[in-house]
């Protein structure tokens, strides 16, 4: 055997090996693929990655800078969706707050858990998603990640629907639609802000509790795997910034001042939420985890009238596609490279999603009806699921396949091609007999089956 010198060098002094020849190329050709991957765009993600869940509160379409709002500062959300994924097809499963949090816990359409609408403060106070429904922070738990939820739950009122009775270890924040950012009460005067499932008198505006409570559980939570679910209050309504005085009190008699300006606050308060995040993202960097760390922002439903979902038609509660399609950014240092996403996505992709990138594993009794994404998050080969999709709001009601949708409101059928009409402003269900009974054969199977669910909300 022929034996090849080489020199490698030592603290002080080059030492002298003797390496057999084979050994040699064999380390050469390591050393080769080394250099190979390292000038790849990213990485071989780590199997157990933390997980961070941002969920907006009727942020609209058009309200972040990186979505072409030309008033409002986002230049921390601008920052992750140049450096990763900005999806422009993404959708919430709801039309308002509770159903697309049901979906995105569930990894179901809304209407086949129950919550169908708003869980409301005021006549669904022993409402909640059914506790045998196996969420996501249960799949995580049980795959040993501390979880954690930070704001807002809106899935029942009751301690009985808390989300530490449901997979989360803690839980800080309000259980109703909304609370006053100063006072913390909702909007039907019941006081609501929670330290797990006791009520706590916690000073502070609430983006900023919420941001506070983040980091702290980022903070303790470090060195093991964590789900954070950071479900923020802004931008909704009351439209508070953090030296506002309260809207509540506690007293039905108590009537606060009129907001003067109530778009700049809205705003304002998406910029505060905007400072959180980047002290989110400051934080991973600091404990050297942003590597480790896919972060999702998305909102829970399209704009109000105070908002912005330009392009699109429609608001909040409406299923036009400003009712529900919303921005979403996935980002992780290092992983996803950056880019721009046309593919047709829920909030209940979401759940599917993660369980894949983390391993977790889904009881054989819980049928998704999400799909995972998790190819597109890595770059991978992706094939878009073959799927309609669908919304149901009250008697509202739509289905999209590929470009095509067909919705109904008040009674009134409409169709869509929204590769060429995305602002759905002229109707062409007559010109298109074919699409129109297709979709409306899957829109009326769909209801039918879902009908058969209790609502509950
Ligand atoms: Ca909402």
Not at 36 to 47: M, N
Not at 60 to 71: F, T
Not at 178 to 191: G, K, R
Request: net charge positive.
């Amino acid at each position: 055997m022929l034996n090849w010198e080489f020199k490698i060098p030592g603290i002080n002094t080059f030492k002298t090996m003797r390496v057999p020849k084979q050994r040699f190329l064999i380390a050469l050709q390591l050393v080769f693929l080394a250099a190979l991957s390292y000038g790849q765009a990213e990485r071989v993600p780590t199997q157990r990655p933390n997980i961070i869940v941002i969920l907006a509160d009727d942020l609209g379409y058009g309200d972040l800078a990186c979505y072409g709002n030309q008033i409002n500062q986002t230049p921390n959300l601008d920052k992750l969706a140049q450096g990763g994924i900005k999806f422009l097809d993404f959708h919430s499963n709801g039309v308002v707050c509770s159903p697309t949090r049901a979906a995105l816990l569930t990894g179901k359409y809304p209407q086949s858990t129950g919550i169908t609408g708003v869980i409301t403060a005021k006549s669904h106070r022993n409402v909640g998603l059914d506790t045998r429904e196996v969420l996501l922070s249960e799949i995580l738990k049980s795959n040993r990640y501390k979880t954690g939820i930070v704001g807002k739950w809106h899935l029942g009122y009751d301690t009985l629907y808390s989300p530490v009775k449901q997979g989360f270890d803690i839980f800080k924040g309000y259980t109703s639609g909304n609370v006053d950012y100063i006072s913390h009460y909702d909007q039907e005067n019941y006081f609501d802000w929670w330290l797990n499932t006791d009520k706590s008198d916690e000073k502070g505006y609430t983006t900023d509790l919420i941001t506070q409570h983040a980091l702290s559980f980022i903070d303790q939570n470090k060195d093991s795997p964590f789900f954070l679910y950071v479900a923020h209050e802004s931008p909704h309504a009351p439209y508070q910034v953090r030296e506002s005085k309260p809207e509540r009190n506690g007293s039905p008699d108590y009537k606060p001042e009129p907001v003067a300006n109530k778009k700049k606050v809205y705003g304002q308060m998406i910029g505060i939420m905007d400072e959180g995040i980047g002290r989110i993202m400051a934080a991973l960097d600091e404990h050297k985890i942003a590597e480790n760390t896919l972060v999702l922002f998305v909102s829970d439903n399209g704009a109000n009238e105070v908002g912005s979902n330009h392009p699109y038609r429609g608001h909040k509660g409406q299923v036009w596609e400003g009712g529900h399609r919303v921005p979403a950014i996935a980002y992780w240092k290092g992983v996803i490279p950056s880019q721009t996403s046309t593919e047709l996505l829920l909030t209940m992709d979401i759940y599917p999603t993660i369980a894949e990138l983390t391993g977790s594993k889904i009881p054989n009794s819980v049928c998704l009806e999400g799909r995972s994404f998790k190819n597109l998050l890595l770059n991978k080969q992706y094939k878009s699921p073959e799927r309609p999709v669908f919304w149901g709001f009250n008697n509202n009601a739509a289905v999209r396949k590929g470009t095509w949708k067909l919705l109904r409101e008040k009674n009134q059928y409409y169709l869509y091609d929204l590769s060429k009409d995305p602002g759905e402003v002229t109707n062409v269900m007559d010109g298109f007999p074919a699409q129109t009974k297709e979709l409306r054969q899957l829109l009326d199977t769909w209801e039918k089956a879902k009908s058969a669910i209790p609502a509950k909300s």
